[in-house]
């Protein structure tokens, strides 16, 4: 399975710390230009945010928590996840492994981009503890309800390394 336990360390782990690795120097390379100055802020104008913007970010923490609940039924994450029942073999998969078990996330910060869409900065924890901090990804807006994007799923997939249909 894509999570299966190598010399007493959860793989996650060890590809977190890899992907901390190989992305953290890409990311510096995204700076302000090394000038000490930062750009200017740009603030969300009302086009890009839903109407109850405090109502949309409460419904995207609850739903990005209980999807990576494992004790959230697979039915119900097929639920919170776009386009889930094409991923539902996935996350039945997902569902049987004794690592996953152990995997939950902590919502950190929402920024919307669109009345549909939105950037989440979240914690990936493992037994508690975060193996990804200040992980990225998104949420969208469908069927009237936040869900967790089908491309934030695949990121953590690729990570793993494994390759899934649908992703």
């Known amino acids: 399975m894509v999570l ?12 977190a710390a890899a992907a901390a690795l190989v992305l953290g120097p ?6 302000d230009g090394g000038d000490g100055e930062a750009p200017p802020a ?8 839903p109407r109850d913007p405090e109502a949309a970010e409460a419904e995207i923490t609850k739903n990005w928590t209980a999807f990576f609940d494992p004790k959230t039924p697979t039915d ?4 919170l996840l776009e386009n889930g029942e ?4 996935v996350l039945a998969a997902f569902a049987g492994d004794k ?18 869409d939105a950037d989440v900065t979240y914690d990936l924890l493992v037994g508690g503890s975060a193996a990804l901090p200040d992980s990225k990804g998104t949420s969208v807006l469908q069927e009237d309800t936040w869900k967790v994007s089908v491309k934030t799923l695949c990121g953590l ?4 390394g494994a390759s899934v249909p649908g992703c």
């Open 4 to 15: 299966e336990r190598h010399g007493g360390r959860s793989r996650l782990v060890a590809l």
């Open 26 to 31: 890409a990311l510096a390379g995204c700076g």
């Open 42 to 49: 740009t603030l969300p104008t009302a086009t890009d945010r």
């Open 76 to 79: 119900e994450k097929v639920r």
């Open 86 to 89: 094409r991923m539902r073999t």
């Open 99 to 116: 690592n996953a078990a152990m995997t939950s996330a902590k919502v950190k910060g929402i920024e919307f981009t669109s009345p549909n």
């Open 157 to 160: 997939v690729q990570l793993s």
